[in-house]
């Protein structure tokens, strides 16, 4: 063999696009795989008793069975190593392991916890656990839930529970997944439990998650027996923390200088409100201004807190969105508004743009400079029945996958730090208000059966993650 071709084989993978130490994973959540909820002590969380209201998810679905995952963990981890992942994002049920909001931690549900934490680290798999992922019990949400600053000291002491109890066995932490939605989606646009319209409320609830976080960071750097974890063959470097975002960088319509500009206005909500208080730049006052009723409940020592020097920024990332510029009214108050999009959609609705992907990289690293970005989500909802011989043809998931895993290649490239991916999501699940009518998975999950398939999805990805990255 030419000795050029020998090294390309010695290479073991098929490009060197993504550098040695990029981890390849997928993720889930505690409520949307979980079932059980009253299992081993578990409380109702404020998505149990959500979905228990006529109307709020499609269907009156709820997350009392989903994927069984509290009594089929072992499965889900053989689909796991079966996959090839080097990690995997999951979350805590704050329900579970805190029932009453507080005070003594609920054994049975940290030793679930501990046993499947040391099944991933067997499986070889280096665990990302998210403290927060939308379940808190519901008796908090009684007491006035996120927007009560009460909720935020109760969140830091959950968190600091969890790093005590696992911290030996998990050294990647997330402390809260996308707190644009448990805030605005959730007390503003109603979409979320607990399903409020109130936008004063939500806004306070948004200062109480970043609140909540610095605690969770404080935490952190006083709880964590920090470099006990074993994490075996996939202890890629040292413990980390770091906080999960959805953002939103509408793309402007047209390259008129209004339109662009109120792009970067409509990018306030979901990006500048988060992004600059974590960066020490305070809250954006060009964003506060359009809403004169509204204040962050900021208290001494609070935005100190909250700007924490983090170890990554994790994005999930799914679409992007059209905005121009209209005249300032009642209804667009910030003098913007968002326009149809004719790119091809998921089954979410939602336009396929890789292209904002990258846009949103560059924006993230030029305006804010992370020390390192994750892809901590993405993926997409197709149709995904399974044929006559029940295998699962879900071309459209792999087009998407393949076509933002490009641009990942590309932001490497251009120096953008990208150190991970993990897909969402490891096996189709409950959706939200939209119930099981939404499947994201790699594995196709029958849910009056509990029938896990492997789509084609999960072993095109197994080849990426076995080749260290796309085909060439
Ligand atoms: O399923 C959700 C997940 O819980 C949070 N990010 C978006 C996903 C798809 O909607």
């Known amino acids: 063999m030419p000795s050029s071709l020998n090294q390309a084989f010695a290479r073991g993978r098929r490009n060197d696009r993504f550098p040695d130490?990029?981890?390849?994973?997928?993720?889930?959540?505690?409520?949307?795989?979980?079932?059980?909820?009253?299992?081993?002590?578990?409380?109702?969380?404020?998505?149990?008793?959500?979905?228990?209201?006529?109307?709020?998810?499609?269907?009156?679905?709820?997350?009392?069975?989903?994927?069984?995952?509290?009594?089929?963990?072992?499965?889900?981890?053989?689909?796991?190593?079966?996959?090839?992942?080097?990690?995997?994002?999951?979350?805590?049920?704050?329900?579970?392991?805190?029932?009453?909001?507080?005070?003594?931690?609920?054994?049975?549900?940290?030793?679930?916890?501990?046993?499947?934490?040391?099944?991933?680290?067997?499986?070889?798999?280096?665990?990302?656990?998210?403290?927060?992922?939308?379940?808190?019990?519901?008796?908090?949400?009684?007491?006035?839930?996120?927007?009560?600053?009460?909720?935020?000291?109760?969140?830091?002491?959950?968190?600091?529970?969890?790093?005590?109890?696992?911290?030996?066995?998990?050294?990647?932490?997330?402390?809260?997944?996308?707190?644009?939605?448990?805030?605005?989606?959730?007390?503003?646009?109603?979409?979320?439990?607990?399903?409020?319209?109130?936008?004063?409320?939500?806004?306070?609830?948004?200062?109480?998650?970043?609140?909540?976080?610095?605690?969770?960071?404080?935490?952190?750097?006083?709880?964590?027996?920090?470099?006990?974890?074993?994490?075996?063959?996939?202890?890629?470097?040292?413990?980390?923390?770091?906080?999960?975002?959805?953002?939103?960088?509408?793309?402007?319509?047209?390259?008129?200088?209004?339109?662009?500009?109120?792009?970067?206005?409509?990018?306030?909500?979901?990006?500048?409100?988060?992004?600059?208080?974590?960066?020490?730049?305070?809250?954006?006052?060009r964003h506060l201004a359009a809403y004169p009723g509204l204040s962050m409940p900021v208290q001494p020592g609070d935005m100190e807190k909250i700007a924490a020097a983090l170890d990554f920024i994790g994005l999930n990332y799914y679409s992007e969105s059209v905005v121009e510029a209209v005249p300032v009214s009642k209804e667009h108050p910030e003098g913007f508004r968002e326009i149809e999009s004719f790119h091809d959609k998921t089954e979410m609705g939602w336009p396929i743009v890789p292209g904002g992907l990258a846009r949103m990289l560059r924006i993230v690293h030029e305006t804010w400079k992370p020390k390192a970005l994750y892809i901590t989500e993405n993926g997409c909802a197709c149709p995904d029945l399974p044929d006559v011989d029940g295998r699962v043809r879900d071309k459209d998931r792999i087009d998407y996958l393949r076509s933002h895993l490009e641009v990942c290649e590309e932001a490497i490239a251009e120096g953008i730090p990208l150190k991970g991916y993990f897909e969402w999501s490891l096996m189709d699940n409950f959706e939200w208000a939209w119930g099981y009518s939404k499947r994201f998975g790699l594995v196709h999950v029958d849910f009056k059966t509990q029938v896990r398939r492997p789509k084609d999805s999960y072993n095109w990805y197994r080849e990426v993650i076995a080749g260290h990255g796309l085909e060439t």
């Not at 809260?176 to 939605?181: A, G, K, M, R, T």
């Open 21 to 285: 130490d990029f981890i390849w994973g997928v993720a889930t959540a505690s409520y949307q795989i979980e079932g059980s909820r009253r299992a081993d002590g578990g409380a109702d969380s404020v998505w149990d008793a959500f979905s228990r209201k006529p109307g709020a998810v499609l269907g009156g679905m709820n997350g009392d069975l989903a994927c069984d995952s509290w009594n089929r963990w072992r499965e889900d981890i053989e689909l796991l190593r079966g996959l090839g992942v080097e990690a995997y994002r999951f979350s805590l049920s704050w329900a579970r392991i805190l029932p009453e909001g507080r005070g003594k931690p609920n054994r049975a549900a940290i030793d679930w916890y501990r046993r499947f934490l040391e099944a991933l680290l067997a499986a070889g798999i280096e665990p990302w656990v998210t403290v927060y992922h939308w379940d808190h019990p519901n008796c908090l949400e009684e007491e006035g839930g996120w927007p009560s600053r009460d909720m935020a000291l109760r969140y830091g002491e959950y968190a600091s529970v969890c790093f005590r109890e696992f911290g030996d066995l998990a050294d990647k932490w997330i402390t809260l997944n996308e707190p644009w939605c448990s805030s605005l989606l959730s007390y503003d646009r109603g979409f979320h439990a607990p399903g409020l319209h109130d936008k004063a409320a939500a806004y306070r609830a948004v200062h109480h998650h970043l609140l909540g976080h610095g605690l969770a960071m404080e935490a952190w750097k006083a709880d964590t027996p920090i470099g006990s974890v074993p994490t075996g063959k996939a202890g890629k470097g040292s413990p980390q923390i770091g906080i999960v975002l959805n953002l939103g960088l509408p793309r402007p319509a047209t390259r008129r200088e209004e339109d662009k500009e109120a792009a970067s206005r409509a990018g306030d909500e979901a990006t500048a409100l988060f992004m600059d208080p974590l960066h020490g730049r305070g809250y954006p006052e």
